[in-house]
């Protein structure tokens, strides 16, 4: 009887080191998923930030565009109509 007793003891013992070694890796998956969980989160609102200096560039890029344009087309009406003498050598566009 006392031979089963101890070997229920063991196996008790074991059991509760199974137990607690599961609970530590538990406890660093956690920890683990958290720190994910920052990080995806750090990226996300750097993502949201880049994606906003980008669109304020390209609406940028359109305004410079819109310009150089409406200075090609006045550059153009002028070498057209002959502008001032002398005012413009080459008109070529």
Known sequence: MM?????????KQKHSNTRMEALVRFSKLETANADL????????????????????LRQKIQLKEGTHEELRRKISARCQNGGNPGSFKMCRI
């Open 3 to 11: 031979e089963i007793m101890e070997a229920a003891d063991l196996e």
């Open 37 to 56: 969980a920052r990080s995806l989160a750090a990226a996300q609102k750097n993502s949201e930030i880049e994606v906003y200096c980008i669109a304020e």
